[in-house]
T-cell receptor, first 109, second 118 residues
Framework: SQQGEEDPQALSIQEGENATMNCSYKTSINNLQWYRQNSGRGLVHLILIRSNEREKHSGRLRVTLDTSKKSSSLLITASRAADTASYFCATAPGRALTFGSGTRLQVQP | GAVVSQHPSRVICKSGTSVKIECRSLDFQATTMFWYRQFPKQSLMLMATSNEGSKATYEQGVEKDKFLINHASLTLSTLTVTSAHPEDSSFYIC??????????????FGPGTRLTVL
């Protein structure tokens, strides 16, 4: 079953704006990962945040983690048209990954 | 990072036929491979976990006799969709985990296979 939910389900913004998407999960975790998927393509690993971390940065990406609320957020700053994709959070309660429901981001040029 | 390939990338078949999808780790040995299915505009759902040399472990609701998984070597796992029906049309994605997984269960994903059953 789905581990978590993401919101919003869909997000449309203008190029240059920031995009924030949120993820909630249900079980305890060691880490949480974010992936990007372009339409009809495979997954690209973006960033991993460990359970003892609260915030992590990678380029234009900023991820936060609140284990007390079992939630995480992904912020993409200064968005570009090329950021248009679906974004998924994922946790590993076992060995396999369990993915959130995803956010479809559309960045208008 | 490590590279995982899938073949074919796209397949169209008639209802009732069987389709085999290959997942290969190109530059590392994968003790474990995972098969996911993704319906349009939905998330990835784990179908089964495949360990080299042993039987696959299927998730609840996934028919093991319909989705045959073979992980005969450390670099190859195959998923065969038997007697395919239109409702099996989906995007199938594999991922591979190496001999010495990192502390965060690092997996490397293939590019996916789009199956369309007519």
């Amino acid at each position: 079953s789905q581990q978590g939910e993401e919101d919003p389900q869909a997000l449309s913004i203008q190029e240059g704006e920031n995009a924030t998407m949120n993820c909630s999960y249900k079980t305890s975790i060691n880490n949480l990962q974010w992936y990007r998927q372009n339409s009809g393509r495979g997954l690209v690993h973006l960033i991993l945040i460990r359970s003892n971390e609260r915030e992590k940065h990678s380029g234009r990406l900023r991820v936060t983690l609140d284990t007390s609320k079992k939630s995480s957020s992904l912020l993409i700053t200064a968005s570009r048209a090329a950021d248009t994709a679906s974004y998924f959070c994922a946790t590993a309660p076992g060995r396999a990954l369990t993915f959130g429901s995803g956010t479809r981001l559309q960045v208008q040029p | 990072g490590a590279v995982v390939s899938q073949h074919p990338s796209r397949v169209i078949c008639k209802s009732g036929t069987s389709v085999k999808i290959e997942c290969r780790s190109l530059d590392f040995q994968a003790t474990t491979m995972f098969w996911y299915r993704q319906f349009p505009k939905q998330s990835l759902m784990l179908m089964a976990t495949s360990n080299e040399g042993s039987k696959a472990t299927y998730e609840q609701g996934v028919e093991k006799d319909k989705f045959l998984i073979n992980h005969a070597s450390l670099t190859l796992s195959t998923l065969t969709v038997t007697s395919a029906h239109p409702e099996d049309s989906s995007f199938y994605i594999c991922s591979a985990q190496g001999l010495a997984p990192s502390s965060y269960n690092e997996q490397f994903f293939g590019p996916g296979t789009r199956l369309t059953v007519l």
